[in-house]
């Protein structure tokens, strides 16, 4: 088959279209392969990264297609630049953005009143949609219902700060105002396996069935706000080559406008808790610091970084080991310090990246947003 400017392409997988134009029969399927439109059913409904990962497990299927060989790395770099042109997933992305963009306006009015009595009404206000639109886009984009995903953050913020504080469990109840002591203890126990006692206990800097080698030293600094452009990583069938491929993007953005050679630095934070909240059910967002002339290009949104006072550690090394270096943080140095958490996100720099550094030379530097315990 002979690629080339006039080539159709399948609207879902990208695979070149072979159709004769001049001898189609009545109601010939011009737009999708075999393999996804099958009798006029889609069988498959895979997201784009998703996708592209796949076809890199298959090389030689689309070189007994096509005739084009190709290795799995080049054949994903192929879809990653022919997908995202084709017709479909043109307005699939761009549909995306935009839910996207109201699920994390309404994230974050979740997040600034976590406590407070929240249910689809009050959301789907705030996202400016219909309640019954809001309830099937939220499960959509987050991977579970309005209800569950607000009691999973509920109860991972006390488990966070179960471990990360020394209030007591009633002064806690008071603090985030969750009335019902029984139903909170039912819910905890569900969802962590364990009681609220034997949770504080598991996880206790005191507790010398823990072994965890890493130890840093932080700097205390106060650092200016910070502007980033991000993408966000979406909920996936593989994570890590999720992550990879919006990294991939975000280097493509910098280094065509020189940004890391300008000194702005990469970026990413968590909107949740390192070692409590599973990895699939993480947010993350990935970034780089922006000038504040700067306009963000279309698909990424932009985040400010609130100024103040940061314990920054700094760790050389895997990136599979920044778990340890958190559960240090949040279980060795935290508690025994002289400083509390501030209400706001927890953040990484990359002082060098993968692509130009043995990963056992990594350098990666750990903002987390404190401020001086009250005496």
């Known amino acids: 088959m002979k690629i080339n400017a006039e080539t159709k392409y399948c609207q879902t997988c990208g695979i070149p ?34 996708l592209i990962y796949l076809w890199g497990l298959f090389p030689e299927e689309y070189y007994k297609e096509t005739g084009v060989n190709l290795t799995s790395e080049e054949l ?12 479909r997933w043109k307005q699939k992305i761009n549909t995306a953005h935009v839910q996207y963009d109201l699920i994390i306006r309404v994230q974050e009015y979740i997040n600034r009143h976590l406590f407070d009595d929240l249910d689809s009404d009050k959301l789907s206000h705030v996202a400016g949609i219909s309640k019954y639109y809001f309830r099937r886009l939220f499960k959509a984009v987050c991977g579970e219902n309005m209800g569950m995903y607000i009691q999973r953050l509920r109860l991972e913020y006390i488990a966070f700060k179960l471990i990360t504080t020394d209030v007591s469990v009633p002064e806690l109840l008071n603090q985030i105002n969750y009335q019902n002591k029984h139903t909170l203890s039912r819910a905890f126990k569900s969802y962590f396996n364990c009681s609220i006692p034997e949770f ?43 992550y990879s491929v919006l ?72 990136y599979h080991e920044l778990n340890k270096v958190y559960r240090h943080i949040y279980l060795d140095w935290l508690p025994t310090s ?22 056992s030379e990594l350098i990666t530097d750990i903002y987390i947003p404190i401020t001086k315990k009250e005496t």
């Not at 002339?293 to 990424?300: I, N, T, V, W």
Request: hydrophobic share 30%; charged share 25%; aromatic share 14%.
């Open 247 to 318: 990294w991939k993007q975000l280097l493509q953005f910098s280094e065509k406008h020189e940004l890391s050679s300008k000194g702005f630095k990469y970026v990413s934070l968590t909107l949740d808790y390192p070692y409590i909240t599973p990895e699939e059910q993480c947010r993350f967002m990935i970034g780089v610091t922006l000038p504040q002339s700067f306009e963000a290009p279309k698909g990424f949104g932009v985040y400010e970084i609130h100024a103040g006072e940061y314990a920054i550690f700094r760790f050389k090394g895997f």
């Open 338 to 359: 002289d400083y509390t958490l501030r209400e706001q996100l927890t953040f990484e720099t990359y002082i060098n990246t993968p692509q130009k550094t043995p990963a």
């Open 76 to 87: 994903r770099a192929e879809m990653s630049k022919r997908l995202p042109n084709i017709k």
């Open 17 to 50: 279209l072979d159709i004769d134009y001049t001898n189609l029969e009545a109601n010939q399927n011009t737009e999708y392969c075999d393999y996804c439109l099958h009798n006029g059913v889609k069988l498959y409904d895979f997201s784009m990264d998703y």
């Open 200 to 242: 504080r206990k598991k996880h206790s800097n005191v507790n010398p069935e823990r072994k965890n080698p890493i130890r840093i030293e932080p700097s205390i600094e106060k650092i200016s706000g910070i502007r980033i452009a991000y993408l966000k990583l979406e909920r996936t069938n593989n994570v890590s080559y999720s």
